[in-house]
């Protein structure tokens, strides 16, 4: 079987991963090296339905051992198999890295007879590309579970970013779903990592070598940058050591729930993904939402609609908990534990705590200005930047790029309203949630999913 | 003073001691635009006695006088334009907290006076009088200049600007390179600002064991890399040499077949149940806009069969590495062109 003929099947066969990021890490190029990585990353292309390609993602091989219920390659499918050599996979990433179509390697794999076995053919593949082909770009590894320690360590000093997916929100579901997979196979990794990381952030810092990051800007001073860096302008505290000094995972770890295909709740989900932030200092916590692809009586039915906009709204969830520091329990309560599908989390939480506003732009604090619909982290600061050269008006406002649509109700600019906005508080109520429900993305996805619930 | 930037000055102040209002016309590149600005100041123009405006395609207004800017291609208009910019860079710095703070340039990189650069590039009709304006806030107003992000001026100066930042991100995403049979790297790219310039450095960081070169129809500018080299080289092209550099119709034997793979890959990631019909709009629009498809091989017509090279033919155990397989010791210097304008 040819090369075209194997990524057939193995680019298939790893579409159902969502995460596909090359951020968190900067590596300058390096004379006789391919390549570099910048902290931003770079998206190459764009699918149909819009998820970003910046990685070559593909499977290793998509035999499995394994019987996951929700799992198109599981054992039990009957699908067209195939494997990557090591060195042809290598090839491949670094005549794809020079073409500009990608920024590295976003590696995964079936269980190839154990997961031992698996990760030492991924770390072939890697030790090819780093050591003989010279990559210096990004590298995406996925832990197997159940992975030895020290073999999870060797692919951590290969790879930029680790993940191993929690896969299932629940240790119930995981294991009435995934048999063969136990909670404590996926946790066992994720800690590790985080052990392995914060020794090396504290030998880095003990070491006296140039590891510290410079200081942060000021919120002002961010305001007054042309570009968003969204990534600086998370309300989290950061590693006191830059990335560029690590050996071990500089980019950190990440992970990936399926939404939609067991029972849990949103507010479940969230304190999940909070816990997962907390504890194990995730980057990034993804959401894949649930294609019935395999007809299994533990799931939903095949014809059960994509849970698209719930996928949407969770994601939008855990940008305001990094971003914004909204709490899991402010988003979906344990009361009313589901998000609002038709209304974004921030807007339904505005509307649930109407007696908090309007704010006043002129004296607000970063911390309140976000909690504003309409106001992100970008605009926040540039107001913070903005207003202290003086008063500012609702024209201004505009030109400082923020969406005066959802803002306006929630705020006063120097003591004045805005005129369009009503100042009755079910007028606003009433007004708010109809647009949210007239746009297009609500209505196409209302007929999409109809009245069915997930559960 | 150079003849004629000074000559250019003493027209425009002629003019306008008649009380006629002045168009003054200048290269749409960032030396062009410096360099008028500069002659404004020279003829002690007041702001709304003259407009700048890109010579190309100009449409001067009823009882406007013409005047032509000299071209950057001559040196001395550089070093006038050098001048002002380094004048500006010194004026808004002055009173900086991070440059009192001995954190300028090493800091913030002097972005303030980058911008320049960035909304110079911008191929808006208008960026010549937006910069100029700017410009004259900046030397009002020095270092304050930078916090009046709600003034007019300004916020039309940031909109350029960032334009072609968001331009400068399509390039780093879109450009495409292609394999020759020379062993070197060649894209042909047509942004909607002139980016070649300003991104050149990010592909010849990111290929710099590479010999290539990235070719802008639009803009009439190419980079020129060359294997190692921590820099491009950049040139505006004439007609002929474009063209030759546009077709890339000699490629390397292996193009075709990694060509098909990306293609099969991309066509493989897509998930159903997603798309614009599910979703309301259309997301990869969003993201890619249509103006640059024609370059995406992957949103191409299908690749038509392509030969196997012997890396991809399935026996993996005893394949080549890529850098013994390509050329790399007779690769030949980058190909120079006599109307090389700067560097990035």
């Known amino acids: 079987m040819d090369t075209l003929a194997k990524l057939d099947i193995l680019a298939e066969a790893a579409r159902y991963d969502v995460a596909c990021t090359s951020s968190g890490v900067s590596r300058p190029a390096k004379a006789g090296m391919v390549g570099n990585a910048s902290p931003a990353g770079c998206c190459h292309s764009f699918t149909p339905d819009g998820r970003c390609v910046t990685l070559l993602k593909v499977l ?54 154990t997961p031992d076995a698996t990760t030492e053919r991924m770390i072939e593949c890697l030790r090819v590309l780093r050591e003989e082909l010279l990559f210096n770009g990004y590298v995406h590894a996925k832990v197997i579970p159940g992975t030895s320690p020290e073999l999870v360590d060797s692919l951590g000093r290969l790879a930029d970013r680790l ?64 570009g968003a860096g969204a990534n600086r302008l998370t309300l989290r505290p950061r590693s006191q050591v830059s990335a560029r000094r690590r050996s071990f995972a500089p980019a950190g770890q990440s992970t990936q729930l399926i939404i939609g295909a067991t029972p849990e709740t949103d507010n479940h989900i969230l304190q999940l993904s909070q816990s997962l932030y907390q504890h ?61 599908l038709d209304v974004d989390p921030k807007l339904a939480w505005a509307l649930r705590h109407i007696d908090r506003f309007p704010v006043e732009v002129m004296d607000a604090s970063l911390t309140d200005l976000l909690r504003v619909p309409g106001i992100g982290p970008v605009g926040a600061r540039r107001i913070l930047a903005a207003r202290r050269s003086g008063p500012l008006s609702f024209e201004d406002l505009r030109a400082l790029k923020v969406t005066l649509k959802r803002a306006c109700h929630f705020l006063t600019v120097a003591g004045k309203r805005d005129e369009s906005c009503p100042l ?29 619930s997930l559960f | 003073m150079p003849g004629s930037v000074a000559a250019c000055a003493a027209h425009v102040s002629y003019q306008l001691s008649l009380a006629r209002p002045v168009a003054l016309a200048c290269d749409a590149s960032a030396e062009g635009v410096l360099a008028a600005i500069g002659i404004t100041y020279l003829a002690h123009a007041r702001e709304g006695q003259l407009r700048l405006a890109r010579a190309e395609g100009l449409q001067p207004r009823i009882g406007e006088q013409v005047v ?27 009173g900086c907290r991070r440059q009192r703070d001995g954190l300028c340039p090493a800091s913030c990189d002097h972005r303030c006076v980058y911008r320049i650069a960035l909304a110079c590039a911008s191929d808006s009709p208008t960026m010549p009088e937006v910069v100029h304006r700017y410009v004259r806030l900046g030397f009002a107003q ?94 505006r092209l004439d007609g002929q040499l474009l063209k030759a550099l546009v077709r890339m119709d000699d490629l390397a034997d292996d193009e075709p077949y990694v060509r098909a793979m990306w293609q099969r890959f991309y066509r493989g990631t897509s998930l159903p ?72």
């Open chain 2, 142 to 235: 020095d270092s304050r200049v930078r916090t009046l992000i709600t003034d007019r001026r300004v916020a039309d100066f940031d909109d350029l600007a960032r334009h072609v930042l968001g331009e400068c991100e399509h390039t780093r995403q879109f450009v495409r390179f292609s394999h020759m049979a020379d062993g070197s790297f060649a894209a042909s790219f047509s942004p909607s600002a002139n980016t070649i310039p300003l991104m050149a450095r990010h592909f010849a960081a990111r290929m710099r064991q590479e010999r290539f070169v990235i070719a802008d129809p639009r803009h009439r500018v190419a980079a020129f890399h060359a294997e190692g080299a921590k820099r491009c080289e950049l040139a």
């Open chain 1, 280 to 340: 194990f200092d995730l980057k990034r916590v993804f959401f894949s939402a649930y294609m019935p692809m395999v007809a299994d009586a533990g799931l939903p039915a095949r014809e059960t609609p994509v849970p698209l906009r719930r996928e949407h709204r969770l994601y939008q969830a855990d940008w305001l908990m990094r971003y914004y520091a909204f709490t899991p329990d402010e988003l979906a309560t344990p009361e009313e534990p589901w998000l609002d």
């Open chain 2, 273 to 344: 149940g997603r798309d614009k019909s599910q979703r309301g709009y259309d997301l990869r629009t969003k993201w890619m806009p249509q103006r640059l498809w024609d370059g995406l091989y992957e949103l191409g017509q299908d690749a038509p069969d392509a030969p196997v090279p012997a890396r991809y033919d399935g026996n993996a155990t005893d394949m080549p590495r890529i850098r013994e397989a390509a050329p790399s010791s007779r690769r030949e210097p980058p190909l120079r062109c006599s109307m090389v304008s700067g560097r990035d």
């Open chain 2, 68 to 94: 032509l800017a000299p071209s950057p291609i001559e040196p001395e208009t550089v070093a006038f334009a050098t001048r002002v910019l380094s004048g500006f860079a010194r004026t808004v710095t002055t």
């Open chain 1, 60 to 113: 290793m091989s998509n035999v499995c051992s394994y019987d996951c219920a929700y799992c198109v390659n599981r054992r039990q499918a009957t699908c067209a198999r195939a494997t990557f050599a090591p060195r042809e996979l290598a090839e491949l990433t670094v005549d794809f890295y020079k073409r500009n179509y990608i920024e590295g390697l976003f590696l995964s794999s079936g269980v190839l007879g």
């Open chain 1, 424 to 452: 009755d508080v079910g007028l606003i109520r009433e007004k708010v949630i109809a647009d949210a429900r007239q746009s297009a993305y609500n209505r196409t996805r209302r007929m999409a999913e109809g009245q069915l």
């Open chain 1, 163 to 226: 993940s191993v997916n929690l896969e299932l929100p629940s240790a119930g579901s995981l294991s009435r779903l995934c048999p063969e997979k136990q909670r404590q196979q996926v946790l066992g990794p994720m800690g590790q990592i985080r052990h392995t990381r914060d020794q090396e952030e504290t030998a880095l810092l003990a070491s006296g070598k140039r590891t510290r990051r410079r200081a942060l800007p000021t919120h002002e001073q961010e305001g007054l940058a042309l």
